[in-house]
């Protein structure tokens, strides 16, 4: 079955870096979109950066330029890179996967905005300021 696992959450003052990592399993790797999403505290689950098998990606306007996301199909990880870190930033960050190669832009981004099939537990990322 499906396992997605974070690490990497922790608590780091603003203008500060964190790497998450997401170990996959139970699937084929190279056959997922995946991506990173988030929850910060009493508000909606946000996407925040997606990528498809071809490596094409999107972010969340909020997140460009400080976040870069990415994929590697010989480890089966995803790793998210969090740099110039806000308070904003603060939230539960959780992994997800769903079965699709390379897809359209505009799939990619229903995935962005939607969500996806499957979910790992989650990692806090705290940002004081």
């Known amino acids: 079955q499906v396992q997605l696992v974070e690490s990497g959450g922790g608590s780091v003052q603003a203008g500060g870096s964190l790497r998450l990592s997401c170990a996959a399993s139970g699937f084929t790797y190279s056959s997922y979109c995946m991506g990173w999403f988030r929850q910060p505290p009493g508000k909606e689950r946000e996407g925040v950066a997606v990528?498809?098998?071809?490596?094409?990606?999107i972010y969340a306007d909020s997140v460009k330029g400080r976040f870069t996301i990415s994929k590697d199909n010989v480890k089966n990880t995803l790793d998210l890179q969090m740099n110039s870190l806000k308070p904003e930033d603060t939230a539960m960050y959780y992994c997800a996967a769903e079965r699709c190669t390379v897809v359209p832009h505009a799939t990619l981004a229903a995935l962005f905005n939607a969500g996806m099939d499957y979910w790992g537990k989650g990692t806090l990322v705290t940002i004081s300021s």
């Open positions: 990528i498809d098998a071809d490596g094409s990606t």
